[in-house]
């Protein structure tokens, strides 16, 4: 039998996509499935059916899939070199359907949420995950819904838009916001699937699935995720403690979850060595997809945390843009702040001497620079000017560095 359970009171409950969290204790729920031999089907070529034995499926339906996950795990030989240090791998998150890591977890949902029969979905978002709800929802001919905070960026209100969900911008606290849409979602039949919700928490496994395969079943001994609400490390988490349970590892990498230093409740109660999160009042950072001044997965992902062990830190806002400018440069990915917040921090580990000179590092790279660059100018980047007439000369003039 399959539930969800609360790690907090240890009380299993029904799954249920309209209850995702304990009555009792207000945490976020997990899934558990109770098959015990699972095995991977590396002969399949669509990542959820590789991993179909761990996770709440049972087929997938390719007429909702987007062509999601399969991503590349990259060396990053240039970093290393300029900075002299060990294994560094970066895994490719970006390159999804809708550019961000998102769409493991929304690929998920969708694959459950129409396989029990559910017409409607929405979610509560300022940015990534708005898109990907709204993209998946449009592919799967469901009506979705986007409730966004009031001062949303343009930018991604419009990618949102072209997919033609309903969208209400709403004023008011975020938290509050949060938590209102279950009980609207109950009252109007919509499952609300936000960033902690366990089926998306069950597509976030994947990746580090994938991770573990194209590292030739080694785990990392480092794996640095952004974070904001929680529900991507959680995953991240869930999956290594699955692949521990089924014998397929006998150690857990170092988890290292960062935040951006202006919105970083998380952080701040791990470094305290507290145990619940209390939400900061002003969140200031130019991280805008990690600005969650109240957490929901903050309590649960310190508790797996502590457990599995590793840190969670955080990344100065005067290097996030610098990280992403580096990263762009030297290896030509192109990361949103949100992610570049884990290259300030592996670098800031790193000088510490905090990693050895033979670890493996992976860096999870969770969205796209280029639909959110994080610029609030029209443009840094130099552009030299020419006629057509003095472009011989202009070329020819660039020295060759
Ligand atoms: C680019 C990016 N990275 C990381 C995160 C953090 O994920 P989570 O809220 O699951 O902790 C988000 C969340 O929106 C994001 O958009
Ligand atoms: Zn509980």
Redesign the pocket.
Known sequence: MEAFECIFCQKNYPVDPFHTFCPKCQEPLLYIGLQTDKKFYHNKDHPLEVMLDFLPLDRVNHDLSLGEGNTPLIRLKNVEKNFRLPALYAKNETINPTL???DR?TALVIQKAISLGIERIGTV?????AISTAAYGARAGIKTFVLVKDGAHREILNSTGRYNPVMINVKGDYGELFRRSFSLGKKNNIYFTN??DPF?IEG?KVTAFETFFQLDQRVPDFIF???????????IIKAFHELKQHGFIKKYPHFV?VQAEGCSPIARTFQAKKLSVERIKKAETI?K??S?PD?P?GNI?LRMIRRAGGTIMSAPEDKILEAQRKLAELEGIF??P??ATILVGFLELAEKGKIGPKSRIVLIL???GMK?SGKTKQSDSQVLQASLSDLPGIIKSVKSD
């Open positions: 961000s890591f998102k977890g978002s300022t940015g990534n995950m960033s902690v998306r976030y995720v952004p974070v904001s609400s929680g529900g991507h490390l959680i995953g979850g991280a997809a990690i969650n957490p997965g992902l990361i949103q949100a992610s969770t969205g796209s959110a």
